[in-house]
């Protein structure tokens, strides 16, 4: 089995424009926007490997580990504080992080135990990590990275050309007034496709 030692560990490819720092539609809703709900990405007790993970690559306080994953995961999925903050506690009576306050926050390191654990486990982490890319594959890709490919291209273009003109060029305001009528278009064939029972409309 291969083994990945890169930091987006074999995921980032997935997701082209759309990855970190990109515009993302994961589960739920577009980064940074409201998310209708949190769809499960890993079963029960395989956070920790993951956590493990990324403490191995540096050292991290809570919030840093579920930034991190999030963009492993391209934005397609945020861990809640409610499962990383118990798993990191957890890690740390088992013995495989270790808590040292820095600027007032606690920052989590792996120890000798943590790294020996991950290492035994390896094979482990590296079946979570395949199901997880191949989870990440079905959101990212087909139809739905179409839809993710462009919208970034429709985000990137309309903010780049409006930054570089400023907000009192003409065509700003046309270009509000293109993407209203866009958008009342794509209401309607959402509308048209609830309507069909989620079939496209001739």
């Known amino acids: 089995m291969v083994h ?13 424009a759309c990855g970190p720092g990109g515009f993302a539609w994961g589960f739920g809703g577009p980064r940074g926007g409201p998310r209708r709900r949190r769809a499960q990405m890993f079963e029960s007790g395989e956070i920790k490997f993951v956590i493990l993970r990324l403490l ?3 050292p991290r306080h809570g919030y840093e580990v579920i ?3 999030e963009e492993r995961m391209g934005g397609h999925y945020t861990p809640s504080a409610g499962t990383v903050y118990p798993t990191l ?7 495989y992080v270790r808590a040292a306050e820095t600027d007032g926050r606690k920052v989590y390191h792996i120890t000798p135990e943590g790294e020996r654990f991950l290492d035994e486990n390896r094979d482990v982490l590296d079946e979570i990590l395949d199901r997880v890319r191949d989870t990440l594959r079905d959101v990212a890709g ?4 179409d839809l993710n490919a ?7 273009l309309t903010y780049k050309q409006a930054w570089r003109r400023g907000p ?6 046309r270009v509000v007034e293109i993407l209203r009528k866009a958008t009342d278009e794509i209401e309607r064939e959402w509308e048209r496709a609830t309507d069909t029972g989620g079939g496209r409309s001739a």
């Open 4 to 16: 990945r030692h890169r930091d987006d560990w074999g995921l980032g490819d997935l997701f082209g």
């Open 56 to 58: 191995k690559e540096k």
């Open 67 to 69: 930034k991190a994953l």
């Open 89 to 95: 506690q957890l890690l740390e009576d088992q013995g």
């Open 142 to 145: 087909g139809s739905m990275g």
């Open 150 to 156: 462009a919208f970034a291209r429709l985000a990137g």
């Open 168 to 173: 009192d060029h003409p065509a700003v305001a």
